[in-house]
């Protein structure tokens, strides 16, 4: 095979490489993005419903919160959904976590 031949073939499958990568890449422009997670953890110490403990806590305790989040809750006899936390006991208690404790319901009304 000659020079110009071989060169011309060489391009010839440059070519063809070229556009095989080009609809592959417009194939794929059309599926979709992967779903994005329905619900993401954060942490208690950025959340609306948590407050920190004051001073008066004992050693360690203080460093931590209490959480008011309805989806945590020791009203057993109330609702309940596939997405709460429910404490079978009326105690009226309320639920400590430390800052880096969190769930899916941070900032949620």
Same mark, same amino acid.
């Given at each position: 095979?000659?020079?110009?031949?071989?060169?011309?073939?060489?391009?010839?499958?440059?070519?063809?490489?070229?556009?095989?990568?080009?609809?592959?890449?417009?194939?794929?422009?059309?599926?979709?993005?992967?779903?994005?997670?329905?619900?993401?953890?954060?942490? +208690?110490?950025? +959340?609306?419903?948590?407050?920190?403990?004051?001073?008066?806590?004992?050693?360690?305790?203080?460093?931590?919160?209490?959480?008011?989040? &309805?989806?945590?809750?020791?009203?057993?006899t109330g609702k309940h959904e596939a997405d709460m936390?429910?404490?079978?006991?009326? &105690?009226?208690?309320?639920?400590?976590?430390?800052?880096?404790?969190? +769930?899916?319901?941070?900032?949620?009304?």
């Amino acid at each position: 095979m000659s020079k110009e031949k071989s060169a011309k073939s060489e391009g010839l499958q440059e070519d063809d490489l070229l556009n095989r990568i080009v609809r592959a890449w417009r194939i794929l422009r059309t599926i979709p993005d992967a779903p994005k997670p329905e619900a993401q953890t954060r942490r +208690c110490k950025t +959340c609306k419903y948590w407050t920190k403990s004051g001073k008066s806590e004992p050693p360690g305790k203080e460093a931590g919160g209490y959480c008011q989040s &309805e989806k945590i809750t020791e009203d057993y006899t109330g609702k309940h959904e596939a997405d709460m936390l429910v404490y079978p006991y009326t &105690e009226n208690g309320s639920y400590w976590t430390g800052p880096e404790f969190g +769930c899916v319901h941070h900032d949620q009304p």
